[in-house]
Nanobody, 118 residues
Framework: QVQLVESGGGSVQAGGSLRLSCAAS????????MGWYRQAPGKQRESVAA???????NYADSVKGRFTISRDNAKSTVFLQMNSLKPEDTAVYYC????????????RGQGTQVTVSS
């Protein structure tokens, strides 16, 4: 079992920044891959970023150059630094973890709301 607790969301104006955090815990040990996805009303879920065990990263084209994912393995925590935010980034952001590289555990936290106003 895995527990995921996201935090750091909020409301900002376009061009602003936010830093999301997600702490993972549970009976499953380490996680080879950690990542973020987002869900906006009326839109399909979108994978935003992922970070793998060798700190290799992957980003959606829509956030490349603006978002940075990082992880603290000792604390099983993953971060998402979001800069130059746009209104289209508005969504609920969720983290996820898995044994990787393309396999994710079917757990999710409560999510954290990000709202970007123009």
């Amino acid at each position: 079992q895995v527990q995921l607790v996201e935090s750091g969301g909020g409301s900002v104006q376009a061009g602003g920044s936010l830093r999301l955090s997600c702490a993972a815990s549970g009976s499953i040990g380490s996680f080879s891959v950690m990542g973020w996805y987002r869900q906006a009303p009326g839109k399909q879920r979108e994978s935003v970023a992922a970070i793998y065990s060798a700190d290799r990263t992957n980003y959606a084209d829509s956030v490349k150059g603006r978002f940075t994912i990082s992880r603290d393995n000792a604390k099983s925590t993953v971060f998402l630094q979001m800069n130059s935010l746009k209104p289209e980034d508005t969504a609920v952001y969720y983290c996820r973890v898995g044994p990787g590289p393309t396999v994710w555990y079917d757990y999710r936290g409560q999510g954290t709301q990000v709202t970007v106003s123009s």
